[in-house]
């Protein structure tokens, strides 16, 4: 038996319909941008492998940084007890973010960093001794898998399963320069019920990378903080220069009470994830009273292993031609996008710093669950190039070391695709 069935009869893949879904390819092995299969196909992973990788795959650096650090000490409890990695990455985290972020939760991946800081903003309150437990999202919102996760993220296909289950959020449109004045209303009509307002900055993603625009984010963040609403910035996919900055944050100049971290922390190297607040949050959890504790952890809370390689990746990320790279990608991919955005199959263009979204005309057929989302993700996969379309949309993300010939070679088949589907 070869992997692909080995891998059939024994597991369950993520986001898969497994009665249906093409055969799982075995990959061996990767290097910068791409990865290789058994039979050393070559696939240049446009995606960053789910948004995660930032570095390129098996960054030697990354590697040497890991194996250090796990014949030193793989794990310890993280109650009652600390390590040098966890200390030195919450300092070094904490220099680059906005100063109002003052303490570093540290969790295992994009959900649980939200579960925490949606636990912080209604514990919060609960401490204090106010009734607030309503929070305010985006519609089409994507905060991840779990339960508070997927509750405060837009209804859909995903969560039908679920809805009856889902504690009641507030949903409102994106904001823009036509209805940001009645949002503001909505605000501040709750607000003596709002717990917190919890935002994926500048893109929403899994949406089907839907942007908008920073402006109107500062004027909803400056309202909430007006109101009193504690505000949570979903960074997991955004944060380590997603967005052509190093934080989508830095696109403003209101700061927000929390932060999620995830996706690119540890340069797609494993799983891990982090929260951080501010002293006024961390201080309404400090009493003589237990029962004001934040009673939540996870068994690998603060890994040194990840902790290690997040503190490798922020070496890389901080290094001169890094920064060069995210701003090569983004004018690369403006070029692309002027050169296409006029073809009749092109519904529309749209780029936030290293992502380029590109939207397929359909006519009136556009559901995420299309025939065309298939069509496209196999003929870019037969090109050698992995890209995951959400539904009619095709996105570029790549790692940032991606090469001009890279980026050209995607670029032209995106082109052909254009002609051929
Ligand atoms: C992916 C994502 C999450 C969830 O992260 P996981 O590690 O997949 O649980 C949360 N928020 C945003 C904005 C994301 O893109």
Redesign the pocket.
């Known amino acids: 038996m070869n992997l692909t069935e080995r891998d059939k009869k024994v597991i369950w893949h993520p986001y898969t319909q497994m009665q249906t879904a093409l055969p799982h390819i075995p990959i061996v092995r990767g290097e910068g941008t791409c990865v290789y299969d058994a039979d050393e196909k070559k696939y240049i992973d446009a995606v960053s492998s789910?948004?995660v990788n930032i570095h390129g795959h098996a960054h030697p650096y990354i590697a040497q940084k890991v194996a250090e650090q796990l014949t030193k000490l793989e794990h310890v409890i993280f109650a009652g007890f600390t390590h040098e990695p966890a200390v030195e990455l919450a300092e070094r985290l904490l220099a680059i973010l906005p100063p109002n972020q003052q303490k570093v939760f540290y969790s295992d991946?994009?959900?649980?960093?939200?579960e925490v800081a949606i636990k912080m903003c209604l514990q919060y309150w609960h401490n204090k001794g106010e009734q607030r437990t309503k929070i305010l999202a985006f519609k089409n919102?994507?905060?991840?898998?779990?339960f508070g996760?997927m509750s405060v993220s837009g209804r859909s296909a995903f969560t039908a399963a679920f809805d009856s289950l889902l504690f009641e959020v507030e949903f409102i449109d994106l904001p823009d320069k036509d209805n940001i004045d009645s949002l503001k209303s909505q605000v501040s009509n709750l607000k003596s019920e709002l717990a917190c307002f919890i935002f994926?900055p500048l893109v929403?993603?899994?949406a089907g990378m839907i942007m908008y625009e920073a402006e109107y984010l500062n004027e909803l963040i400056s309202h909430c903080r007006e109101e009193g609403v504690l505000t949570i910035d979903?960074?997991?996919?955004?944060g380590f220069g997603r967005t052509g900055k190093p934080f989508a944050c830095n696109h403003l100049t209101e700061q927000p009470d929390i932060m999620?971290f995830?996706?690119g922390i540890t340069g797609g190297t494993m799983?891990f994830?982090l929260t951080t607040c501010t002293q006024d949050i961390y201080d309404a959890f400090l009493s003589e009273d237990k029962l004001k504790t934040l009673f939540h952890g996870h068994s690998y809370t603060a890994n040194p292993v990840a902790c290690a390689a997040s503190l490798a990746s922020l070496d890389l990320f901080l290094a001169p031609g890094t920064t060069q790279n995210i701003q090569r990608i983004a004018d690369s991919h403006a070029i692309f996008a002027e050169k296409i955005k006029l073809h009749h199959k092109i519904k529309n263009v749209r780029q936030t710093g290293t992502i380029l979204a590109m939207e397929w005309e359909t006519g009136n057929n556009t559901s995420y669950f299309s025939s065309l989302r298939d069509t496209l993700y196999k003929y870019f996969l037969d090109a050698g190039i992995i890209m995951r379309p959400l539904g009619n949309i095709i996105y570029i993300l790549p790692p940032y070391c991606i090469t001009d010939a890279e980026l050209a070679y995607i670029y032209s088949k995106i082109e052909d695709a254009l002609e051929a589907i």
């Open positions: 789910w948004w991946n994009g959900s649980t960093a939200v919102a994507y905060h991840g898998d779990t996760a994926e929403q993603g899994s979903d960074e997991v996919f955004t999620c995830s996706k799983a994830g």
